[in-house]
């Protein structure tokens, strides 16, 4: 399968800093973009569409402002936690889609995820 | 979106087959199933996709009743490499619309 990278794998930073996470798709162009975030021992939840060129769809009660999210090309998608809070202190997971031709499915593939740490 | 309900947690053994069945009552005839596995401090791994009836591959086979209300993932002979939470995702083809996880399985193999 397709595979999406993620960069950086693990981040420590001091409350009040900003924190970029890129997310990649290494073979193929992903369209869409979402991210989600993942607390211990719960599932994933979503954060956000971005989809390539245009601005990202922010999920009820996800701050826009402090999440932000650009989809500047078809293989890279980046997260930036601005004014980073202990509570935000989680895993960061990000995923493509790609769109195959002639194929009426798609295939939804994820990153390794990123671990923010807010001190 | 179709939710989905599937089992908190589930324990085998070594060798056994596992098959870890999930609900999702109000799917929609645009959407397609598909079962993601993930270790902890990962990100979920693709599994099987299905839309009706039986899907195989090498690693598991989904089993899909013709009311497409649940669905079925067997897990043939697990080893104890295959503990993982278990994610069963509804959603439809296009792929514009992200795909909602529900609380997902915990798998625990014993030696």
């Known amino acids: 399968g397709a595979v999406v990278s993620q960069h950086p794998s693990w981040v420590i930073c001091k409350s009040g800093t900003s924190v970029k996470i890129e997310c990649r798709s290494l073979d193929f162009q992903a369209t869409t973009m979402f991210w989600y975030r993942q607390f211990p021992k719960q599932s994933l939840m979503l954060m956000a569409t971005s989809n390539e060129g245009s601005k990202a769809t922010y999920e009820q009660g996800v701050e826009k402002d402090k999440f932000l999210i650009n989809h500047a090309s078809l293989t890279l998608s980046t997260l930036t936690v601005t004014s980073a809070h202990p509570e935000d202190s989680s895993f960061y997971i990000c995923?493509?889609?790609?769109?195959?031709?002639?194929?009426?499915?798609?295939?939804?593939?994820f990153g390794p995820g990123t671990r923010l740490t807010v001190t | 979106l179709a939710k989905t309900t599937q089992p908190i947690s589930m324990d085998s053994y070594e060798g056994q087959e596992v098959n870890i069945t999930c609900s999702h009552n109000?799917?929609?005839?645009?959407?397609?199933i598909t079962w993601y596995q993930q270790f902890p401090s990962q990100g979920p791994r693709f599994i099987i996709q299905g839309y009706k009836t039986k899907v195989t591959n090498e690693v598991a086979s989904l089993f899909i009743p013709a009311d497409r209300k649940s669905s079925t993932l067997s897990l043939p002979r697990v080893s104890l490499s295959d503990t993982a939470v278990y994610y069963c995702l509804v959603g439809d083809y296009t792929g514009r619309r992200a795909l909602t996880f529900g609380s997902g399985t915990r798998l625990q193999v014993q030696p």
């Open positions: 995923s493509g889609t790609q769109y195959i031709a002639g194929k009426v499915i798609y295939e939804q593939y």
């Open positions: 109000n799917i929609a005839t645009n959407d397609y």
